[in-house]
């Protein structure tokens, strides 16, 4: 079965650091794009970027662009979102999910979901 | 950046009834778009993709059409399980990033 799963919730104070993470597992993890979505409390589904595990191609949309990290360390199948310094605004729900059939494409399966939750 | 907007935002029905979602891009994207259900607390869940294509597993009262600018995703027969967040996304080339801003099926 092809899965995703996400590190536990955090709760982070404005200005500190932040990496989480997303375990593929059921596939050639090396073979497929992974990207990451945030949905703010309340609101829709905003696509932040995508990477290619294999060579570490990682493309941000222009939203998003210079605000966040995204890696993956192949050889834990594992793919990260990182912050340097969170802002309230970055509290919100962050889910991984794999384009099925190469990038762009359509998102399955998906992660559980991480909640970031940023306050002081 | 290819902008996408659903309709309507909520839309209350009642179990039975025949449900249509509609998406519309601010450009073309042939075919490159997919719908997905979201439930709360729940991450999203894959319905259709390529506009039209069903994904296996998801019941045939869900169905997708349209080319180009505009989409939409039918219930044919509403069921209790089905009261959820719509959301479309596209996936084109041009501009890959953008999801709708959902549609919510309440109860009526």
């Known amino acids: 079965e092809v899965q995703l799963v996400q590190s536990g919730a955090e709760v982070k104070k404005p200005g500190e650091s932040l990496k989480i993470s997303c375990k593929g597992s059921g596939y050639s993890f090396t073979n497929f794009w992974i990207g990451w979505v945030r949905q703010m409390p309340g609101k829709g589904l905003e696509l932040m970027g995508v990477?290619?595990?294999?060579?570490?191609?990682?493309i941000y949309s222009p939203s998003f662009q210079g605000q966040v990290t995204i890696s993956a360390d192949k050889s834990i199948s594992t793919a990260y979102l990182q912050w340097n310094r969170l802002k309230p605004s970055d509290t919100a729900m962050y889910y991984c999910a794999r384009p099925r059939s190469g990038w762009p494409g359509w998102f399955d399966p998906w992660g559980q979901g991480t909640l970031v939750t940023v306050s002081s | 950046d290819i902008q996408m907007t659903q309709s309507p935002s909520t839309l209350s029905a009642s179990v039975g009834d025949r449900v249509t979602i509609t998406c519309r891009a601010s450009?073309?994207?042939?075919?490159?778009l997919a719908w997905y259900q979201q439930k709360p607390g729940k991450a999203p869940k894959l319905l259709i993709y390529?506009?039209?294509t069903l994904e296996s597993g998801v019941p045939s009262r869900f169905s997708g059409s349209g080319s180009g600018t505009e989409f939409t995703l039918t219930i044919s027969s509403l069921q209790p399980d089905d009261f959820a967040t719509y959301y479309c996304q596209q996936y084109s080339r041009d501009s890959p990033w953008t999801f709708g801003q959902g549609t919510k099926v309440e109860i009526k």
């Open positions: 990477i290619y595990p294999g060579d570490s191609d990682t």
């Open positions: 450009q073309t994207i042939s075919s490159w």
């Open positions: 390529k506009a039209s």
